[in-house]
Every structure is written in C-alpha cells, then in structure tokens.
C-alpha cells in the first residue's frame, strides 16, 4: 500500500496506463490473429487486407510504447514474408 501522496498518484497512474496499454496490446493481438488466421485459410485478399489492419495495429501499439519498435518490426516482418508464400509467384 502507498505510503505517500506521490506514491499513492503513482499507483493511480498505474491502474490508468495499464489499462490504457492494455487496450493497444489486445488491439494488435486480436489483428495478428485474424491475419494469421486468413494466410492459413489460404485467403489471399482477405489476408493481404487483414496483414495491412495488423501492422497499422502493431505501428501504433509501438508508437505508444506498449511493445518496443524492433517487435513490431520483426513480427511485421514475419507477417509479410507468410503473406508473400501465399501469394502466386509472378513468372518474369
């Protein structure tokens, strides 16, 4: 229990920024599901759709501080490389 006044603002503060980063992180998880979901599905519009909502998702949960950039680029990334095994090879 907080013994002081800064220390009990702290704890406030607390519950306030948790629940706040909270909402960002199931934001982005619940994004990275569906898109994970529609590249095993074999959907490759709606997948292409749903990576794009997942990295806006992970760019501002980044953005906040909730995850550290480099996650969000890495899981980015990995989004992007399963999408792109989805995709028909263009012959050139």
Same mark, same amino acid.
């Given at each position: 229990?907080?013994?002081?006044?800064?220390?009990?603002?702290?704890?406030?503060?607390?519950?306030?920024?948790?629940?706040?980063?909270?909402?960002?992180?199931?934001?982005?998880?619940?994004? *990275?599901? %569906? $898109?994970? #979901?529609?590249? =095993?599905?074999?959907?490759?519009?709606? &997948?292409?759709?749903?990576? +794009?909502? /997942?990295?806006?998702? *992970?760019? %501002? $949960?980044? #953005?906040?501080? =909730?995850?550290?950039?480099?996650?969000? &680029?890495?899981?980015?990334? +990995?989004? /992007?490389?399963?999408?792109?095994?989805?995709?028909? #090879?263009?012959?050139?």
């Amino acid at each position: 229990m907080a013994n002081t006044k800064s220390a009990e603002k702290r704890a406030r503060q607390s519950v306030k920024r948790h629940a706040h980063n909270r909402w960002y992180r199931s934001r982005y998880r619940t994004f *990275l599901k %569906r $898109a994970r #979901q529609h590249i =095993v599905e074999g959907e490759p519009e709606t &997948a292409s759709e749903s990576v +794009r909502r /997942a990295s806006q998702a *992970l760019d %501002r $949960a980044a #953005q906040k501080g =909730v995850i550290h950039k480099n996650t969000a &680029a890495r899981t980015k990334s +990995r989004l /992007a490389r399963a999408l792109n095994k989805l995709q028909p #090879q263009v012959q050139a």
